[in-house]
């Protein structure tokens, strides 16, 4: 008797374990089937945000060629030697030579990109505010390209413009002064550039502004010193052109030389006018 209930005691034992040994199986497999589910849940979930990634490369974009604009300026105001400056320019660009502070100090207290104009093909004109450690602010247009692989170069000399320094350039490759009236324009831009730098008020250039055009000038900031080139954009001899006029300047109170490109849109009816001024440079 006591051996039968013992056998089945035995029995029953080994049942329960064979039925807990099912059960843990069955719930080991409940949980991996939750796990995968909720993997893939996941994975859905997440997946509509993948596109953020290109979003993320042009703000890193952007930053770069704002950072490069300001190193760019900060080096140009420091040292604006064409060897200070070669690290910067793109292949091919070139840049005349200047005179560095007199002191040896870099003028540029503060400086931040103050506007962008896109001009197509990767290139921009990035105007920087650059205040100065004697309280003024220059505005300076830089030209840059930016490569595919997220490099940033100029393409030249910078301008000095007046706020808010609106900035634009031309893909055309800079040609002599076409036709007759080369002689023309060359004398208004040697007569507009000292103005344009010396002038206090938009009135000051009234008689060398084309009707409507309104400038404003750099109120002595800077000293005009040559005018080093004129060159247009185009081969034509109409009456209107788009004339790259690079200069020399200093600044009297540091006496730092800089070499400056200018744009300028000329336009021609009893004599040549200036229309608009805009920083660019190739």
Known sequence: MTQEVGNK??????????????????????????????????????????????????????????????RFARAYLADPSARALAPFLAEGARIGSGRPPQDGV??????????????GGGTAVLTVACELR????????VPIARSGVGEVAALGA???????????????????LAGPDA????????KFLPAYLAASEASDLSYLLAP????????????????????QLGSGEGPRRSILAAARVSDPATGAAYPLVYR????KSARWYVRAIQGASK
């Not at 497999?29 to 953020?52: D, E």
């Not at 309280?135 to 300076?140: F, S």
């Not at 910078?158 to 002599?176: C, K, L, M, N």
């Open 9 to 70: 005691a035995g029995a029953s034992n080994s049942s329960v374990k064979a039925a807990l040994r099912g059960i843990g199986r069955a719930a080991i497999w409940v949980l991996v089937g939750l796990l995968l589910v909720r993997g893939v849940a996941s994975v859905a979930s997440t997946a509509p945000t993948q596109p953020a990634a290109p979003m993320a490369a042009g703000v890193g974009e952007e930053q770069a060629s704002e950072s490069f604009a300001v």
């Open 106 to 119: 870099s003028p540029v207290a503060q400086a931040e990109v103050s506007g962008t104009e896109e001009l």
């Open 134 to 141: 004697d309280a003024r602010t220059l505005y300076l247009a």
């Open 158 to 176: 910078p301008s000095i413009v007046a706020a808010p320094g609106v900035a634009g350039a031309d893909s055309d490759r800079p040609q002599p």
């Open 183 to 190: 002689g023309s324009i060359q004398a208004l831009v040697t």
């Open 212 to 231: 409507g055009a309104a400038i404003q000038p750099l109120s002595g900031a800077l000293r005009f010193v040559s005018v080093s080139g004129v060159t």
């Open 264 to 267: 300028l849109d000329l336009v």
